[in-house]
């Protein structure tokens, strides 16, 4: 017995020295990265203004109601919550496949009666209890079943789920930036309506004016009815768009509410003035958006997973060892069960090896090269995409800075032309619908330095979520760690790190 336990460990030992993993080893992917962005050429990017404390991407703003926002996010928005329960999830399956590493033992009992069907009296031997022709046997056992990982097919299996594991943290990473990058978004053209409502009202109240001057001119008999009724009717119109105004700042407070997991109704922001500087994030190196995007990260641990289920399936192709062990007592009697001349137990190896499957293994090969080969061109793609947006935004943000400065150019001209045109109607010099043009032009502008205002913000916002909102590849919980079982998972109450 002591021998057989002796050789039992010496082939173990043996067998796990000579384990060899089956199947390619992991290297990242070449993607295509140019060594520049293009749209930086001839534009000089200013450092972005950092808070005291060097708080989260959007502290960089300045606005206490949006940090307060922002912070909502991360707690209370059921997508996110949802997400980190995937999280949580995949790291569960990590502990299900590095279950594989180690035996799994059990133990069982059982009472078993049996007979002849033969009626007839009595009797009791040592071996035997027999009443009626019937005999009523006791057992009791402990089993061991341990699969040896010659070929790495478990170890392939653990690699595969940690760098899903990963994957699922950079999925929850990357929709985290994005719902915070939306609700900065939402909260900027709530502020942009709260904005254009203010010129709204005073553009109303220089109508009234307006009205009024005409009304005088009127009633002394130097202006005509029409121009009363075009000056009322302007009013009219100009207070009817600061009404309409409402429906975009409730529209935009009710997804504000929603991103920060509350009902909308539960959600009140109060006016305030539309004064912010435009942050434009330095771009950095090309090559450095790899390790700071988390979609991009996504993509590349989904390819590392990938990679890892092709060794799963040439693990197939060679014999799977098994060591199962017993040991137990069986008896006729309960009182006398557990006695050394009542065990029973056995030892040994178990090889399997599938001769013919009919192409089976060969077709799970080819899928998981094929798949493989998709999450390669998938993340190759996500990298040319995150390259456009940042280009994108960046294109937008030297445009729009160069169209703001036109535009408060007009913006001045305009007002100008319609303070002097209203002093010629005035004095009888130009007709009504003179001063028409002229107000009408001024208040075209003004709202369109805001509508660039407006979207020179939101593509700041954009710009630094195409940078990956101040996140890095580093932040991903470590591969090693969580194949080795050292990454345990958060509690259900807990953020993951």
């Not at 999925?171 to 985290?176: E, F, I, M, R, S």
């Not at 793609?381 to 995150?386: D, E, K, M, P």
């Amino acid at each position: 017995m002591k021998l057989t336990r002796y050789s039992l460990l010496a082939s173990v030992a043996l067998t796990s020295l000579g384990a060899c993993t089956v199947g390619p080893d992991y290297q990242r992917q070449p993607a295509i990265v140019s060594d520049h962005f293009k749209e930086t050429e001839g534009w000089k990017i200013g450092e972005p203004k950092e808070t005291d404390d060097k708080g989260p991407w959007w502290s960089l703003y300045r606005d206490p109601v949006l940090d307060e926002l922002e912070a909502q996010v991360e707690v209370s928005n059921q997508n996110l919550k949802s997400l980190e329960a995937a999280y949580r999830s995949s790291l569960a399956v990590i502990r299900e496949s590095r279950a594989s590493y180690f035996p799994i033992i059990g133990t069982n009992g059982s009472i078993q009666q049996s007979g002849s069907g033969r009626g007839g009296g009595s009797t009791r031997s040592s071996t035997s209890t027999s009443r009626g022709g019937s005999t009523t046997e006791y057992n009791l056992a402990g089993s061991l079943s341990w699969e040896i990982d010659l070929w790495g097919r478990i170890s392939r299996t653990v690699e595969g789920n940690a760098a899903n594991a990963q994957a699922s943290a950079a999925d929850l990473a990357n929709a985290k930036l994005s719902a915070q990058s939306l609700l900065a978004t939402n909260y900027f053209q709530l502020r942009a309506a709260d904005e254009q409502k203010r010129i709204l009202d005073a553009t109303v109240q220089a109508f009234a004016r307006s009205l009024q001057i005409t009304q005088n001119r009127y009633n002394v008999g130097t202006s005509a009815r029409a121009d009363v009724v075009q000056a009322q009717a302007q009013l009219e119109s100009t207070r009817a768009q600061a009404v309409a105004v409402g429906i975009q700042r409730a529209q935009f407070e009710h997804a504000i509410a929603v991103l920060t997991g509350k009902p909308p109704a539960d959600l009140s922001i109060a006016l305030a003035p539309f004064t912010y500087d435009v942050v434009v994030e330095p771009p950095g190196v090309p090559s450095e958006l790899l390790e700071r995007r988390p979609d991009i990260a996504l993509a590349e641990r989904r390819m590392a997973a990938a990679n890892a289920q092709i060794g799963v399936a040439k693990a197939a192709y060679y014999p799977s060892l098994t060591l199962s062990a017993s040991y137990g007592f069986v008896s006729t009697a309960l009182d006398t069960l557990i006695r050394a001349s009542n065990a029973a137990w056995s030892i040994g190896p178990q090889l399997a090896y599938t001769v013919f499957d009919g192409g089976l293994r060969s077709a799970q090969t080819d899928a998981a090269r094929a798949n493989y080969d998709e999450t390669v061109a998938t993340y190759r793609q996500t990298v040319l995409t995150a390259f456009q947006q940042v280009e994108d935004q960046l294109a937008a943000l030297r445009i729009l800075a160069q169209q703001a400065e036109v535009q408060a150019r007009a913006v001045r001209a305009s007002d100008e032309a319609e303070q002097l045109v209203l002093n010629q109607y005035q004095a009888g010099v130009v007709a009504y619908s003179s001063v028409l043009t002229a107000q009408t032009a001024a208040l075209q502008n003004r709202q369109g330095a805001l509508s660039i205002a407006q979207n020179r913000l939101t593509a700041s916002v954009a710009l630094i979520e195409a940078l990956g909102g101040g996140w890095h590849a580093g932040d991903l919980p470590d591969q090693q760690k969580l194949r080795s079982g050292d990454g345990e998972p958060p509690k259900k109450d807990e953020k993951p790190s």
